[in-house]
């Protein structure tokens, strides 16, 4: 079973529906892949669910390629099951910054994924999260085209 988001300008894409399980299916799918094609650095969204984030580390670790990730912020605008709060995003990603962050070769970025995503309050506190860890980076999703754009200033 899979979610279909639709944003505005956007095709749809596909989503499997609330399974926290699936960040460790496509980690362990997608990292041997980039190794495969000698990525040897890597920026990726990993799912809102922590597991994924940290699967992403596990497999980039075994190969011992660079990987930037984190679990992604959305607290709004989004299928339920995917959606996490300030608070919890917050709390998630202090302790996968204390798990990874520097562990081997791996980084962590603090994601929010985008405006349209998350409310101020948790870009907030993604803010005040990197300020307590500005060695982490943050990765988030421009708004690309006028009615992204439209949509959050609405």
Not at 85 to 96: F, H, I, K, N, V
Not at 97 to 123: D, K, V
Request: aromatic share 8%.
């Amino acid at each position: 079973m899979v979610d279909r988001i639709r944003l505005p300008g956007r095709r749809a894409v596909l989503l499997p529906a609330g399974r926290q399980s699936s960040g460790r299916h496509l980690s362990a799918v997608s990292v041997p892949e980039r190794h495969h094609h000698l990525t040897t650095t890597s920026v990726t969204f990993a799912a809102t669910y922590p597991v994924s984030a940290s699967a992403l580390f596990e497999a980039a670790s075994a190969y011992n390629m660079r990987i930037i990730t984190g679990k992604t912020w959305m607290d709004r605008n989004a299928p339920p099951q995917l959606l996490d709060t300030p608070e919890s995003a917050y709390a998630d990603s202090r302790e996968l910054i204390r798990r990874w962050h520097g562990r081997g070769r791996n980084l962590y970025a603090i994601t929010p994924r985008f405006a349209i995503t998350s409310t101020f309050e948790e870009l907030r506190l993604a803010g005040r999260l990197h300020a307590e860890y500005p060695s982490t980076y943050v990765h988030t999703h421009l708004s690309e085209t006028r009615a992204e754009v439209q949509c959050h200033v609405a």
